[in-house]
Each structure stands twice: as structure tokens, then as C-alpha cells.
């Protein structure tokens, strides 16, 4: 049974028309009184709770009520449907247990979609079954590991990919959160649609625009042709958003519209498109630390995060370094045509006890450089040594010299150089940021995305 608590007849029977049409048993409640009649004969599997119900249009009657149907009702979801004008307090009410908010007007398939994957997503969990079982059910291809920590990422998103529901997906860098993000989509309804990534670390604020929504002919000086945008080339698809937490505000307010109401307008253009996406995130950041430091929009971190799915780093699943290491000799056996090639288990057990801040990324590079630079057909710990910068490759660089080609990657190179320069300059990281010639803003993000520590009372000395 669906429960709609609204008190204007109008909504009502559009609600109620609707969802009787999509196979609901629905029930009407004006307000609390209604609403409490109602629980007393019957449990709802979901509730639509519009946030003004009374003469005062504040939202205030909502979000109280809201908060005795959780207290009465704890695993009942309630999605919230809100003028923008209420837009703030529906992110209270998310905050309150709310599972989903809509904005009016609605569009009808949005907002059963919106029903249905919180009905999904309501279901009580299962017992996490073992990886055979789960590549039995689901997609997983180029997934490698059976640590639990794993299995339970990977039992998560099978649960929701048949969904349409957001995800955010968090860990370092290097985790393989892009794979994740394919796994959702090639396990999706939406797995013959197209699968567009956007590396928002890498657009500028001016190109936003134009890259995500596209242009018309004229927009500006160089744009001779019409142009799709990103978001119109994943219609009926899914799009991957890459490194969200590096965008900036007024990005991100362009971004929630789309997000929002699933509408857009192309730079230069007056008229508006309409587009079916499954939005998946990612980001290497602390986005409720941003929230709270006014860095990131609170409606757009709750827009974008009904599933978080945390990636768990190397050194957290240790076991999988081996199936990650044979993974990647047996891909590059046929790559490089060297069929015999394999690790020792000395060399296995010395990659477990390597340090991978880098982690997957780090460890299939190491692996892929010591198969180019070794003769070897049978790889030792001396193998991975000597073509190492150093035992641990990660490890502060020569101040002197910089390291053999193909010793390490331009990210570890960059890591180290920053960590030199925050070591040099005691922290102090304005000074590291002009040692470097890169703005504190980005040093910022750099020492985030590294997990650098760094001392806040001296970052303006």
C-alpha cells in the first residue's frame, strides 16, 4: 500500500490516478490526524509526504510530521515531494530519514521510478553470498578479489543496479572506482544504452557548460558548430561523474538543475531538453567535510548519494594482492607474448608486504613495468627491486635527480615532489604552494587526494 498524505484534492487524484494506474493499492490522508488513523489499520510499504499539507506553506507541518512517521514507522521510506522554494528543508528532511525528495512540478515516470527503487532498496538485506555465487548473478567482469570487505561492495551494488537509484561511489585513488561504476551499469536495464564518463577534476568552469549540456552554433566565438553534450550523448543510459568533489560552486548549481529535474538547457540555447539518465558519482574527497565547510551544495551531496558504496583500499584487502598481481601477468602474457611468464610466491608474498598508497593503479603499474624491464620468464622480489626508484617507489625522491623513465608515474612523482615540499616548508602551505607554482586552492585538492596531512593554522604563513 502506497499512502499519499497531501491536502490539496488536486494532488490527490493526480497522485492517485497515477500510481493506481502503475498497479498500487494507494490510500489518501489530508494531514496527521488522517495519517495516524490510517497507521492504526495499516502498515504502508512507502509514503509520499508532501511538505506543505496546512495553511502554513513554511514546511515546518511536514518535516514534524515526517519525524513522528519515523519515529512510529523506523523502516517505512518517505519520500518528500517540495516547491524550490523548500528545498531546504527537504535536505532537512533527508537528514530526518527521509529516503528521496521530489520537486513539483513532477514528472510521472520520474517519480514512480523514484517509487519503485526506494521500494527496491527497502528490501531487507541478504546474506552476502561468496564471489562464484555472485559472478553466478551479476557482471563482474575485470572485478578481481575475494575479500569480504569486497564481496560486500559487490553484493551492494548487484542489490541496486537493476535500480535507478544514484550512487556515489568513495575511496582513494586508485580503488578502481571506475570499474565499479561500469559494473552498476553493465548490470543495469539501461547496459545496452551508453555508458558516458566525465572527469570533472579535468573541465574548467567555463567548458562546463558547453561539455556537459552542449552549445548551438554562435554561443560563443569559437563554437561554429552545434554541439551534444555529454549529458544528451547518455540519454536512456548512464553517465559516470569522476572526481565530483572538484567541482566548483557555481558548477555545481548548474549541475543539481539537470540532476533535479532531469531538464537542460545547450550554452546559447533558450530551449529546454528533456533527458533519461542513471547518474553514478565518484570522488576521492570527504564530501560531508566539504558540506560542512560550505565547499560542496548540501542539496546536491543529498541529491547525488541515496547509495554510497566505500571502496576499501589495498592494504584493507591484502589477500587480493596476489589474484590482482596473476590478474595482471595473465593479461599481459598475451599482451606482450611471453606465455611463460609468472610470479613466484617469494615474489607474491613481497608484493603483499609492499606499501600501495597508490593501490590497484600503483600495484598493475609496478607489475607491468618489472614485465617490460625483466628477462626473466619466472619473476623474483629481485625482479620488482631493481626495477624499482627504490624498495618502496613511493618513498621521497633524490632533491637532486630525477628518477629513470619508467620508474614510477607521474602521480608518484607528484606525490612525492609535494610531500618533499610540505616537509621542506614545515607545513606551511602557502609557502608550498608558490614553491610549486600551483594556487593553495589546488595544493589543497592535491594534499586530499594524496592523504597528505597538513597544519591549518599555517596554511596562510
Same mark, same amino acid.
Given at each position: 500500500?502506497?499512502?499519499?498524505?497531501?491536502?490539496? =484534492?488536486?494532488?490527490?487524484?493526480?497522485?492517485?490516478?497515477?500510481?493506481?494506474?502503475?498497479?498500487?493499492?494507494?490510500?489518501?490522508?489530508?494531514?496527521?490526524?488522517?495519517?495516524?488513523?490510517?497507521?492504526?489499520?495499516?502498515?504502508?510499504?512507502?509514503?509520499?509526504?508532501?511538505?506543505?499539507?496546512?495553511?502554513?506553506?513554511?514546511?515546518?507541518?511536514?518535516?514534524?510530521?515526517?519525524?513522528?512517521?519515523?519515529?512510529?514507522?523506523?523502516?517505512?521510506?518517505?519520500?518528500?515531494?517540495?516547491?524550490?522554494?523548500?528545498?531546504?528543508?527537504?535536505?532537512?528532511?533527508?537528514?530526518?530519514? #527521509?529516503?528521496?525528495? =521530489?520537486?513539483?512540478?513532477? +514528472?510521472?515516470?520520474?517519480?514512480?521510478?523514484?517509487?519503485?527503487?526506494?521500494?527496491?532498496?527497502?528490501?531487507?538485506?541478504?546474506?552476502?553470498?561468496?564471489?562464484?555465487?555472485?559472478?553466478?548473478?551479476?557482471?563482474?567482469?575485470?572485478?578481481?578479489?575475494?575479500?569480504?570487505?569486497?564481496?560486500?561492495?559487490?553484493?551492494?551494488?548487484?542489490?541496486?543496479?537493476?535500480?535507478?537509484?544514484?550512487?556515489? =561511489?568513495?575511496?582513494?585513488?586508485?580503488?578502481?572506482?571506475?570499474?565499479?561504476?561500469?559494473?552498476?551499469?553493465? $548490470?543495469?536495464?539501461?547496459?545496452?544504452?551508453?555508458?558516458?564518463?566525465?572527469?570533472?577534476?579535468?573541465?574548467?568552469?567555463?567548458?562546463?557548460?558547453?561539455?556537459?549540456?552542449?552549445?548551438?552554433?554562435?554561443?560563443?566565438?569559437? *563554437?561554429?558548430?552545434? @554541439?551534444?553534450?555529454?549529458?544528451?550523448?547518455?540519454?536512456?543510459?548512464?553517465?559516470?561523474?569522476?572526481?565530483?568533489?572538484?567541482?566548483?560552486?557555481?558548477?555545481?548549481?548548474?549541475?543539481?538543475?539537470?540532476?533535479?529535474?532531469?531538464?537542460?538547457?545547450?550554452?546559447?540555447?533558450?530551449?529546454? @531538453?528533456?533527458?533519461?539518465?542513471?547518474?553514478?558519482?565518484?570522488?576521492?574527497?570527504?564530501?560531508?567535510?566539504?558540506?560542512?565547510?560550505?565547499?560542496? @551544495?548540501?542539496?546536491?551531496?543529498?541529491?547525488?548519494?541515496?547509495?554510497?558504496?566505500?571502496?576499501?583500499?589495498?592494504?584493507?584487502?591484502?589477500?587480493?594482492?596476489?589474484?590482482?598481481?596473476?590478474?595482471?601477468?595473465?593479461?599481459?602474457?598475451?599482451?606482450?607474448?611471453?606465455?611463460?611468464?609468472?610470479?613466484?610466491?617469494?615474489?607474491?608474498?613481497?608484493?603483499?608486504?609492499?606499501?600501495?598508497?597508490?593501490? =590497484?593503479?600503483?600495484?598493475?603499474?609496478?607489475?607491468?613495468?618489472?614485465?617490460?624491464?625483466?628477462?626473466?620468464?619466472?619473476?623474483?622480489?629481485?625482479?620488482?627491486? +631493481?626495477?624499482?626508484?627504490?624498495?618502496?617507489?613511493?618513498?621521497? #625522491?633524490? *632533491?637532486?635527480?630525477?628518477? #629513470?623513465?619508467?620508474?614510477?608515474?607521474?602521480?608518484?612523482?607528484?606525490?612525492?615532489?609535494?610531500?618533499?615540499?610540505?616537509?621542506?616548508?614545515?607545513?606551511?602551505?602557502?609557502?608550498?604552494?608558490? *614553491?610549486?607554482?600551483?594556487?593553495?586552492?589546488?595544493?589543497?585538492?592535491?594534499?586530499?587526494?594524496?592523504?597528505?596531512?597538513?597544519?591549518?593554522? $599555517?596554511?596562510?604563513?
Amino acid at each position: 500500500m502506497l499512502l499519499i498524505i497531501d491536502d490539496d =484534492i488536486a494532488i490527490q487524484t493526480s497522485l492517485s490516478l497515477l500510481f493506481r494506474k502503475e498497479g498500487f493499492t494507494v490510500r489518501i490522508a489530508d494531514g496527521p490526524f488522517d495519517t495516524f488513523e490510517i497507521l492504526k489499520e495499516e502498515t504502508p510499504e512507502i509514503i509520499l509526504l508532501d511538505m506543505n499539507f496546512s495553511v502554513d506553506t513554511s514546511g515546518d507541518d511536514g518535516l514534524r510530521l515526517l519525524r513522528r512517521i519515523r519515529e512510529k514507522l523506523p523502516n517505512v521510506p518517505v519520500i518528500l515531494i517540495t516547491g524550490w522554494g523548500s528545498i531546504d528543508l527537504a535536505v532537512e528532511g533527508m537528514k530526518a530519514g #527521509a529516503s528521496d525528495f =521530489i520537486t513539483k512540478p513532477w +514528472q510521472n515516470d520520474y517519480l514512480v521510478q523514484s517509487v519503485r527503487t526506494t521500494l527496491n532498496l527497502a528490501q531487507p538485506d541478504v546474506v552476502s553470498p561468496n564471489r562464484q555465487k555472485l559472478d553466478q548473478q551479476f557482471r563482474f567482469d575485470n572485478i578481481v578479489g575475494e575479500d569480504q570487505s569486497l564481496l560486500n561492495v559487490l553484493t551492494t551494488i548487484g542489490r541496486v543496479a537493476a535500480t535507478d537509484a544514484p550512487v556515489l =561511489i568513495t575511496g582513494e585513488s586508485g580503488t578502481g572506482k571506475e570499474l565499479i561504476a561500469e559494473a552498476i551499469h553493465q $548490470n543495469s536495464r539501461r547496459k545496452n544504452q551508453p555508458f558516458v564518463k566525465v572527469n570533472l577534476g579535468g573541465i574548467s568552469s567555463t567548458l562546463f557548460e558547453s561539455e556537459l549540456f552542449g552549445h548551438v552554433r554562435g554561443a560563443f566565438t569559437d *563554437a561554429r558548430t552545434d @554541439r551534444v553534450g555529454r549529458f544528451e550523448l547518455a540519454n536512456k543510459g548512464s553517465i559516470f561523474l569522476d572526481e565530483i568533489g572538484d567541482l566548483d560552486p557555481s558548477s555545481q548549481v548548474k549541475l543539481l538543475r539537470v540532476l533535479q529535474d532531469r531538464t537542460f538547457e545547450p550554452l546559447g540555447s533558450s530551449k529546454s @531538453r528533456t533527458v533519461d539518465v542513471r547518474v553514478i558519482c565518484a570522488t576521492n574527497r570527504n564530501l560531508e567535510e566539504m558540506v560542512a565547510k560550505g565547499q560542496f @551544495r548540501e542539496d546536491l551531496f543529498y541529491r547525488i548519494n541515496l547509495i554510497t558504496v566505500r571502496l576499501p583500499a589495498l592494504r584493507e584487502r591484502a589477500d587480493d594482492i596476489p589474484r590482482l598481481a596473476n590478474f595482471f601477468i595473465n593479461n599481459l602474457k598475451t599482451l606482450y607474448r611471453r606465455p611463460n611468464l609468472h610470479i613466484s610466491k617469494e615474489a607474491v608474498n613481497w608484493l603483499k608486504n609492499l606499501s600501495l598508497p597508490g593501490n =590497484i593503479r600503483q600495484l598493475k603499474n609496478i607489475v607491468e613495468r618489472t614485465v617490460l624491464l625483466s628477462a626473466n620468464d619466472e619473476l623474483q622480489p629481485d625482479d620488482f627491486r +631493481q626495477n624499482l626508484a627504490q624498495p618502496n617507489s613511493m618513498t621521497i #625522491a633524490s *632533491a637532486n635527480s630525477l628518477p #629513470a623513465v619508467g620508474t614510477m608515474t607521474l602521480e608518484e612523482m607528484e606525490y612525492q615532489m609535494i610531500q618533499q615540499a610540505m616537509a621542506f616548508h614545515n607545513n606551511r602551505v602557502a609557502k608550498v604552494a608558490r *614553491a610549486l607554482g600551483i594556487t593553495r586552492f589546488t595544493l589543497y585538492r592535491r594534499l586530499e587526494k594524496f592523504g597528505i596531512p597538513y597544519n591549518t593554522d $599555517n596554511s596562510e604563513l
